[in-house]
Structures are given as structure tokens and as C-alpha cells.
Nanobody, 124 residues
Framework: QVQLVEFGGGLVQAGGSLRLSCAAS????????MGWFRQAPGKEREFVAT???????DYVDSVKGRFTISRDNAKNSVALQMNSLKPEDTAIYFC??????????????????WGQGTQVTVSS
């Protein structure tokens, strides 16, 4: 059974940094695609970043230049380095994975497996 476990959430002041990590287990092969989504209170879950097997990455415009997604295929893991954090980045962050060859990875339907989420709070 596939399991995704996230680490690294917490409380940080605006302008600070956090690094989220996610490890996938339960399958012998690495996911084709891994990504991060977030959900703020009262809002829908939104795409943040994605990376595929070839390390091609994509980001939502609001985090470009501040967040970096990276993966370690040998460890079946993905990380999200978040710099210059803003209060509007406050949300629960979810790791997602797909073993299907999805083209874009910007929607929830592109992923079949999800982590439990980790809280990120940015104070002003």
C-alpha cells in the first residue's frame, strides 16, 4: 500500500524559510510525478509545484522565484524549499504522487496518492 509522509511544516516569520519533505513508500518503482498542493482556511486546494521523472518542474505564479521543488528518485522523495515566505503562504501543504505518465501535473486529478498534510504558518 502506497504511503506518503510529509515532514517540515511549522511556524515562521514573514521573509523566513521552511523546507518540506515527503517520502513515498509501498512500491518498488519511483513515482513518475510528484507535487505539492496547499489549502488555506476557507479556500480550495491549489497547485503549488510539480516535478516529473526528468526533473522538469512547474510552479504556480505566486511562488515562482521563491519556492524550489526537487526530488530524489533513489529515495522516492520530494522536497519543497520555501524562501521569502509571506503570510498568504499560510496553509496546509500536501504532497502528491502519481505513477501514471501525466503531462502537466497541475490538477488534483493528475495524482493518485496523497499525504496527510503538514501545516505551514507564516506570521506577519
Amino acid at each position: 500500500q502506497v504511503q506518503l509522509v510529509e515532514f517540515g511544516g511549522g511556524l515562521v516569520q514573514a521573509g523566513g524559510s521552511l523546507r518540506l519533505s515527503c517520502a513515498a513508500s509501498g512500491r518498488t518503482s519511483s513515482p513518475y510525478r510528484m507535487g505539492w498542493f496547499r489549502q488555506a482556511p476557507g479556500k480550495e486546494r491549489e497547485f503549488v509545484a510539480t516535478t516529473d521523472w526528468s526533473d522538469i518542474t512547474d510552479y504556480v505564479d505566486s511562488v515562482k522565484g521563491r519556492f524550489t521543488i526537487s526530488r530524489d528518485n533513489a529515495k522516492n522523495s520530494v522536497a519543497l524549499q520555501m524562501n521569502s515566505l509571506k503570510p498568504e503562504d499560510t496553509a496546509i501543504y500536501f504532497c502528491a504522487a502519481s505513477w501514471r505518465r501525466t503531462v502537466l501535473g497541475r490538477t488534483s486529478n493528475d495524482y493518485g496518492y496523497w499525504g496527510q498534510g503538514t501545516q505551514v504558518t507564516v506570521s506577519s
